[in-house]
């Protein structure tokens, strides 16, 4: 260390203290990364690898981004999993005395992102701090971008229960970056959840700091200003305690400061919310679609119609977390329903929501010390709408939407202050200047005034001092040598004053300073540097001052939030025709005329061919529906899922009619891939998720089979799909209401030996080789799977379609025993059809053909019959 320069030294210092951190180390405009750091960087980011004297014999690898555009660098770096150490400059460089002084003042890791550029407006942003001992689970999950914060504790008897919760709940928030105690990695099959399911990062903690009770309660009672564990609804939940203790030390260890934005806890929040695990969210594409992982195509697509950044995140929200509330979901239903019913209002609303900024996320920078004058001028703008919205918001009769008003605050004053303060168009930096506005500081605008009057000042010396010499030419000037100076020339050098002091000899004259002009040099040049300090104080003391108010600006940020959900659902009702739903507990489920949202938003040259639902707990829990491929069975059963879930969102849905008893959860399964890195084969992953919704589902459930035992022989699959309907089917085990789509249909004699299962099944069209998919529901058992037929619509050659009739004519024949070893293979070239070969049906028909007496729409229909016999 002694051969390495004074600036390398304190380089070493803080890499120490952040040794598994990528070090950005400030040095004038840029953040400089040396030795393993740089040729990472460099690597990672394909940036020029340099080098500078360290005051070794070799030059250290270096390599540097500029400090106003490092955010972009920053977000590659963590979303490929690194940690970044932000390096800063304490002081002036030009006022340091010696070595700047340096510290890091944060380290940026996924869960702990707060730049705008770095986040998506849509969607949290989750940091998840989990505690397991045996028998049970502290977990929590805070956003420090926009300072939500939930915490629980769960008790479960064994490992695989706790697992399963685990799983669900992560799936739920899909954290960013998991904080975790050694022993949560002894719950076998966590660490492969989280790295191929969440893509999380994950950061294994210090085991002591879970281990003391009583340490971790004073830090969670300090963080939330001294509250009691009662007051916070914690007393009876240790481990919680412990995840929230866990969490707050290692946003103190990353983020220095800032602790403050996270001020409120909300306990057991998912308690009172639909259970939906991560392959229901998946299969029935509540977010993102299946395939693309894309918004469009997804239910959130549709109903999406939010205003704010803050609305984006709630409705994702919302459709992930239904209310098990009936009263809770009629709030919303009612609030949504005047909204759909006064459309002038709707419109009013939508309008004024638009052009909100995100309160949130503005408000954490602020807090943080990281927001500049543009992010305090787009509060300002967000807030000048707040008291428009409470006002439209008065006449309103539904209680949510005065509830919404109460707790809107109009924020007049911070507004005020803001528009007071800071210029329209403040520049980027406080280092640029310019960026309080003229009038708000008398001081300030003094300098500003020798700042910007200079000019006018050295002039007014000028001609003040021709008048007093009487040197008729006398001029001032300016040097960088000496600054300010008074020229005379030689025919009037007998005329300078005594108090003129003389610092150039020119070739016609000589030029002089005064200590008046001396004095105002002093004044002029150093009202810049004045200037920018007295602005960075004046600004800093706002910033402070609107970062105080940050409960009333959360509170009226999350009620823009819930209003501009609640304006969404109005807006896509009334555009899709979309009806309210009955909300109870009475475990029906009727649907009149019901459609899937996202298959008709879709649909552009077809309607959509609604179907009905009618089940209930007793007659009518579990529905066989058959049918072939491509029919619509999938669409049916994922609508009836989606549309239970739109209701207890609070949503109203597409149907003509609809009652929905309380769904505690919906399990689905529904298609499957070989995940051959886990050495898993699509029928082992299918018998797992099987597996899992027995243990899991409940007599309030919804689940949707999507074809069950189609991976293996077809007598297997067979017995494994019918043990599973009268597992699910028996209320003493789970009762639950069940849709259950099949190609067995030896299936549908169920009907006949249990009660409360019904068969349907979709409705085809055939006419000869050609069927038409009416997409209609209808009572009763298929009686055929179609399945030759769909694979010619689907495009299989006419060679494979013609052969696949003579292998089933064959095992019709022998009764599904096998083919005789003897039949023949695929000919070489197609068969020609002639008179010959045909049926001699075809034959008799012609024979028997009296063409004189037919009229010509007898010919065509004669035709027509004769022609779909041949195909």
């Known amino acids: 260390m002694a051969d390495f320069s004074p600036m390398m030294k304190q380089y070493f210092e803080m890499k120490e203290k952040y040794p598994n951190t990528i070090l950005f180390f400030r040095l004038g405009d840029f953040y400089e990364m040396f030795f393993n750091d740089a040729k990472t960087v460099s690597r990672e980011l394909e940036l020029t690898?340099?080098?500078?004297?360290?005051?070794?014999?070799?030059?250290?690898?270096?390599?540097?981004?500029?400090?106003?555009?490092?955010?972009?660098?920053?977000?590659?770096?963590?979303?490929?999993?690194?940690?970044?150490?932000?390096?800063?400059?304490?002081?002036?460089?030009?006022?340091?005395?010696?070595?700047?002084?340096?510290?890091?003042?944060?380290?940026?890791t996924p869960?702990?992102?707060?730049?705008?550029?770095?986040?998506?407006?849509?969607?949290?942003?989750?940091?998840?701090?989990?505690?397991?001992?045996?028998?049970?689970?502290?977990?929590?999950?805070?956003?420090?971008?926009?300072?939500?914060l939930t915490a629980d504790q769960v008790l479960a008897p064994d490992r695989e229960t706790l697992l399963h919760i685990l799983e669900d709940r992560l799936a739920r928030y899909s954290p960013s970056e998991i904080v975790l105690n050694p022993q949560a990695l002894d719950l076998t099959g966590l660490a492969d959840f989280i790295r191929d399911k969440l893509h999380a990062a994950v950061e294994c903690q210090d085991g002591e700091l879970y281990g003391d009770l009583e340490q971790a309660q004073q830090a969670v009672s300090r963080?939330?200003?001294?509250?009691?564990?009662?007051?916070?609804?914690?007393?009876?939940?240790?481990?919680?305690?412990?995840?929230?203790?866990?969490?707050?030390?290692?946003?103190?260890?990353?983020?220095?400061?800032?602790?403050?934005?996270?001020?409120?806890?909300?306990?057991?929040?998912?308690?009172?919310?639909?259970?939906?695990?991560?392959?229901?969210r998946r299969n029935l594409e509540l977010t993102e679609t299946l395939r693309n992982k894309e918004k469009k195509g997804s239910l959130l697509w549709v109903l999406d119609r939010t205003k704010t950044a803050m609305g984006k995140r709630l409705i994702k929200t919302w459709l992930e977390q239904p209310l098990l509330s009936p009263a809770r979901i009629t709030r919303r239903l009612n609030a949504v329903e005047e909204l759909f019913d006064n459309p002038q209002l709707l419109d009013e609303l939508t309008e004024q929501l638009t052009g909100i900024y995100d309160l949130e996320r503005i408000m954490t920078r602020i807090v943080y010390g990281s927001a500049n004058g543009r992010e305090l001028r787009s509060l300002a703008a967000a807030l000048g709408r707040l008291p428009g919205l409470k006002a439209m918001l008065a006449p309103c009769q539904a209680t949510l939407l005065q509830q919404l008003r109460q707790e809107m605050d109009?924020?007049?004053?911070?507004?005020?202050?803001?528009?007071?303060?800071?210029?329209?168009?403040?520049?980027?930096?406080?280092?640029?200047?310019?960026?309080?506005?003229?009038?708000?500081?008398?001081?300030?605008?003094?300098?500003?005034r020798d700042m910007n009057g200079g000019r006018e000042?050295?002039?007014?010396?000028?001609?003040?001092?021709?008048?007093?010499?009487?040197?008729?030419?006398?001029?001032?000037?300016?040097?960088?040598?000496?600054?300010?100076?008074?020229?005379?020339?030689?025919?009037?050098?007998?005329?300078?004053?005594?108090?003129?002091?003389?610092?150039?000899?020119?070739?016609g004259g000589e030029r002089y300073i005064t200590q008046e002009l001396k004095d105002l040099e002093n004044r002029i040049l150093g009202a810049h540097d004045r200037s920018i300090a007295m602005e960075s104080k004046l600004f800093e003391e706002i910033r402070q001052h609107v970062a105080q108010q940050l409960s009333r600006v959360q509170a009226s940020a999350k009620a823009v939030a819930v209003l501009d959900v609640l304006c969404s659902f109005a807006v896509v009702s009334v555009k899709n025709d979309y009806t309210r739903p009955v909300i109870?507990?009475?475990?029906?489920?009727?649907?009149?005329?019901?459609?899937?949202?996202?298959?008709?938003?879709?649909?552009?040259?077809?309607?959509?061919?609604?179907?009905?639902?009618?089940?209930?707990?007793?007659?009518?829990?579990?529905?066989i529906i058959t049918g072939p491929n491509m029919a619509g069975k999938s669409t049916f059963m994922r609508q009836t899922a989606i549309i239970t879930i739109m209701a207890q969102a609070g949503c109203f849905v597409p149907a003509a009619v609809a009652e929905i008893g309380i769904v505690d959860a919906i399990f689905t399964r529904v298609g499957a891939s070989d995940d051959l890195s886990a050495g898993q084969s699509t029928f082992m992953i299918e018998m797992a998720e099987v597996a899992d919704i027995l243990k899991n589902a409940t007599k309030n459930s919804l689940i949707i089979f999507d074809e069950i035992g189609r991976g293996t022989s077809?007598?297997?699959?067979?017995?494994?799909?019918r043990a599973v309907l009268e597992y699910v089917h028996d209320k003493k085990l789970v009762g639950a209401k069940t849709m259950f789509a099949t190609h067995y249909h030896e299936l549908t004699a169920l009907e006949d030996q249990l009660p409360g299962v019904k068969n349907f099944n979709i409705a085809v069209k055939k006419r000869g080789d050609d069927i038409t998919f009416l997409r209609r529901i209808v009572r009763g058992g298929a009686d055929d799977s179609f399945g030759i037929e769909v694979a010619k619509l689907a495009g299989v050659p006419d060679k494979v379609i013609r052969r696949a009739k003579q292998v089933l004519a064959e095992l019709e024949e022998t009764g599904g025993e096998g083919l005789r070893p003897t039949h023949r293979r695929f000919s070489e070239e197609p068969v020609q059809l002639t008179m010959d070969t045909v049926d001699g049906e075809v034959l008799q028909k012609l024979r028997n053909l009296d063409v004189n007496s037919l009229t010509p729409i007898q010919c065509m229909n004669t035709l027509f019959e004769l022609c779909s016999m041949l195909k």
């Open 410 to 448: 109009g924020l007049e004053d911070v507004a005020q202050l803001i528009d007071a303060a800071i210029v329209d168009d403040p520049p980027f930096t406080i280092r640029e200047g310019g960026i309080i506005r003229e009038g708000y500081n008398q001081e300030l605008d003094e300098v500003k």
């Open 223 to 280: 963080q939330f200003g001294g509250q009691s564990l009662a007051q916070l609804e914690l007393s009876d939940k240790p481990l919680a305690v412990k995840a929230l203790s866990a969490l707050f030390d290692y946003l103190g260890r990353t983020q220095i400061t800032g602790l403050e934005r996270m001020n409120e806890v909300e306990i057991g929040a998912d308690a009172g919310v639909m259970g939906l695990d991560i392959n229901a």
């Open 49 to 108: 690898l340099t080098g500078r004297e360290c005051g070794q014999q070799e030059r250290a690898p270096m390599c540097g981004v500029p400090f106003h555009s490092a955010e972009g660098y920053i977000a590659k770096l963590v979303a490929r999993g690194y940690k970044v150490a932000i390096c800063e400059q304490l002081e002036d460089p030009k006022l340091a005395k010696g070595l700047v002084k340096r510290d890091v003042i944060r380290v940026i």
């Open 714 to 721: 077809t007598f297997d699959g067979m017995s494994i799909a």
């Open 457 to 507: 000042l050295i002039a007014a010396v000028e001609a003040r001092e021709r008048e007093r010499t009487g040197i008729p030419k006398l001029k001032t000037g300016y040097n960088r040598v000496f600054g300010y100076y008074i020229e005379v020339s030689n025919s009037y050098k007998s005329q300078v004053p005594e108090d003129y002091i003389r610092k150039q000899t020119l070739t």
């Open 584 to 623: 109870n507990m009475s475990g029906k489920l009727y649907l009149k005329d019901s459609r899937h949202p996202v298959v008709e938003a879709l649909l552009h040259d077809a309607p959509f061919v609604p179907n009905d639902v009618d089940m209930d707990m007793n007659d009518d829990r579990v529905a």
């Open 111 to 148: 869960g702990t992102v707060v730049e705008n550029s770095m986040l998506d407006e849509s969607r949290n942003n989750f940091l998840c701090s989990l505690c397991y001992e045996e028998g049970g689970l502290g977990l929590c999950f805070g956003d420090i971008s926009t300072g939500d």
